[in-house]
């Protein structure tokens, strides 16, 4: 059996298309383990995994640890907003406390880009990035990638769209990453504010017209509006972004095709996509919710069996 390349997970960028495709031939034995009465197995029993989220969490946050209990894993949670943090402790010494209580598995979010590889620099725990600010998010490209490869039959030369506010989206990033590194073909479309002038470099197609990139797609994958990250005015109203950017019945129902329509939420109802579009038959918004599950216990898996 092959194993997984890296011992951390950091970043799409920095595994291969074998590392994915091995998580996700794990992550099928996990969903179908995780679909049965009896959903809990004992891999990761005698590993102690510790949440360390310094930004808000809701749907990562559960789907790990839900991710750990179905792998019998022992569990510490930390947020830092209950936590020494808000007393001044820097970045380092809460982990090293951390550490010092025999931590094996770090999962971590942080609002710096690079905050994960500057833990895994410094401790020898496995550390999973759950989110490090405007940079990567590994974990939701990898259940993402696998939704459509579960929707569609497989992710090579499907047509993905991706489509919100590309410069403040770590979703974005990483699902650029793991959708060309599966033979994807891929589209950013936004409005130009919104758009980071590297973008092109990385191998995509840049639409700003929302009904071009739908008319060109086989999924389109919504992002919400990152506003806590925005320090500045990036277009005019959320009506606006809304009218020209906002997914809805009348758009999807002037093509001539069925798309597959994605979100990693949580959702603006009403801005990035309409309530009837995010709870149509042409969602898998909460398939994505359920495969993450399956795609974190993966992870975790594979990256314990490390060391
Ligand atoms: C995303 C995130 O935190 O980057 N959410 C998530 O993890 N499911 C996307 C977002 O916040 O818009």
Redesign the pocket.
Known sequence: MSTFSKKHLLGIKDITSDDIELVFETADNFKAIINRPIKKVPSLRDITVANIFFEN?T??RISFELAQKRLSADIVNFSASSSSVSKGETLIDTVNNILAMKVDMVVMRHPAPGACVFLSQHIGANIINA?DGTHE?PT?ALLDAFSIREKLGSVRGKKVAIVGDITH???ALSNIYALKKLGAEVMVCGPTTLMPKYIGSLGVKVEHDLMKALNWCDVANM??I?LERQDNKYFPSLREYSMLYGLNKERLDKLDKEIVIMH???INRGVEITSDVADSKHSIILNQVENGVAVRMAVMFLLAGQG
């Open positions: 969490s749907r990562t989110g998010h939701q989206s770590r979703v992002l919400r990152q990693p939420g949580p």
